[in-house]
């Protein structure tokens, strides 16, 4: 056993009989599954409830966010886990126990309806809340994170030469989608607001977990994220449909928004989040080897794709990810073999 698992087990114990949890003395930590992160998870197991301990290492992670946020949200009525016990010096905090039934569970079960309705309630109750002293996804944040899928995807990955065509049509592109995303209304983001970061609770409501890099953004950001989610796939016009009913919903403040600006707002947004998703999928292979990333990697390209194409803006970019870029990711070694075509039957 390693020192920081010595310490870690140590911390537990004591918290526990701190704060007097009747705690199953034979079980000791379970792993759970893990995140994007450098932040391990494991489940502490009692006689009639669980607990959940997040190891963060705090050189790799700054936890006081997380804590800050939760203590806020859990204010405004948004279902976070809370916080128990922390010690932020070694990384440590003990947290309530969501379970382990995420929203993607319930979609692909078929109850997308109302489940996207209660997360689009929880969001709507997200967005609401004053964000002035979260960090602003501005235009340097922005840029950086679309310049991920040039390094990590392009060069690293699928081993393409960012010519100097390629960069100018790039960097057009990203200066458009920037310029949108800064044009919106600009509201409380989670970041990560997908099928794998909400839970369905016991109750049946929408719990809200990985939150800590919440920034103060784009309306469509977190949108995107659920509705075209990176791991879970719906006919656009599906998705169009929810994200209409949003805003008729919970728009008030923004009636000037119309329903042809607020679909472009979305789609732009989308192409940002695509382009950055890419390569941080990428980068976790390569750079962290987490290769499972990898898979969700044809979703994310079929979307940006699909966006694209959809305006003039875009159309030498959708033209060269159909005849570069596509092709070079259909046929990489990763994906020798497997059968790719179903994501990009429409190109």
């Not at 932040?39 to 997380?66: C, T």
């Not at 995420?102 to 689009?120: D, H, N, W």
């Amino acid at each position: 056993m390693g020192d920081r698992q010595q310490r870690l087990n140590t911390w537990v114990i004591q918290t526990a009989t701190e704060l007097n949890l009747d705690i199953n003395p034979n079980m000791g930590l379970v792993p759970v599954s893990g995140d994007a992160s450098f932040r391990r998870y494991y489940r502490l197991l009692g006689q009639q409830k669980n607990w959940i301990v997040m190891d963060a290492p705090p050189n790799l992670e700054d936890s006081r966010p997380f804590v800050e946020i939760a203590e806020k949200w859990h204010e405004f009525g948004v279902k976070v886990p809370q916080v128990l016990a922390k010690n932020l010096e070694l990384g440590f905090l003990l947290l309530e126990d969501f379970g382990d039934t995420l929203l993607y569970s319930g979609l692909v079960e078929g109850q997308e309806g109302e489940l996207y309705a209660k997360a689009a309630r929880t969001l709507a109750c997200i967005q609401a809340m004053p964000g002035d002293d979260l960090p602003v996804y501005d235009a340097a944040k922005l840029q950086t994170e679309m310049g991920l899928f040039d390094e990590w995807f392009l060069s690293r990955w699928l081993g393409l030469s960012i010519t100097d065509d390629v960069l100018e049509g790039l960097t057009k592109v990203k200066a458009r989608l920037l310029e949108s995303a800064l044009a919106q209304p600009q509201v409380v983001v989670h970041r990560d607001y997908h099928s794998r970061n909400l839970m369905i609770l016991p109750c049946g409501n929408i719990g809200v977990i990985d939150f800590q890099d919440a920034v103060r953004g784009a309306i469509t950001y977190d949108l995107v994220s659920l509705f075209r989610d990176s791991y879970i796939s719906w006919p656009d016009e599906q998705v169009y449909h929810w994200l209409e009913e949003y805003r008729q919903t919970y728009l008030h403040d923004n009636v000037g928004l119309s329903a042809q600006v607020w679909q472009r707002y979305f789609d732009w947004m989308g192409m940002q989040r695509q382009l950055k998703v890419c390569g941080i999928f990428a980068r976790l292979s390569l750079r962290d080897g987490k290769d499972g990333y990898l898979n969700d990697i044809p979703l994310t390209l079929s979307n940006l794709y699909r966006s694209a194409r959809r305006y003039p803006e875009f159309s030498d970019f959708a033209d060269w990810l159909a005849q570069v870029v596509i092709p070079a990711f259909s046929s990489h070694p990763r994906f020798q073999g497997q059968s790719l075509e179903h994501w990009w039957r429409d190109l």
